[in-house]
């Protein structure tokens, strides 16, 4: 019986081991762009600001969405 429940345990303690590691690896990865603006919302941040003019906007936009 105590055989029965170590290898529950060790399983477990395996599979919870796995599941932290692939959630470690993938929030290193996406976390960083997460948390990052992309170049469309960089562009529009500038068009707002006034450092680039709406043709630059567009044909900047254009570029980007290829």
């Given at each position: 019986?105590?055989g029965g429940l170590m290898?529950?345990?060790?399983?477990?303690?395996?599979?919870?081991?796995?599941?932290?590691?692939?959630k470690w690896l993938t929030?290193?990865?996406?976390?960083?762009?997460?948390?990052?603006?992309?170049?469309?919302?960089?562009?529009?941040?500038r068009f707002a600001s006034?450092?680039?003019?709406?043709?630059?906007?567009?044909?900047?936009?254009?570029?980007?969405?290829?």
């Open positions: 019986m105590i290898m529950v345990v060790f399983w477990g303690l395996i599979i919870a081991l796995i599941v932290l590691a692939v929030n290193d990865r996406s976390g960083a762009s997460r948390g990052k603006p992309d170049a469309v919302d960089t562009l529009r941040e006034g450092e680039i003019d709406e043709e630059e906007f567009e044909r900047r936009k254009k570029v980007l969405k290829r």
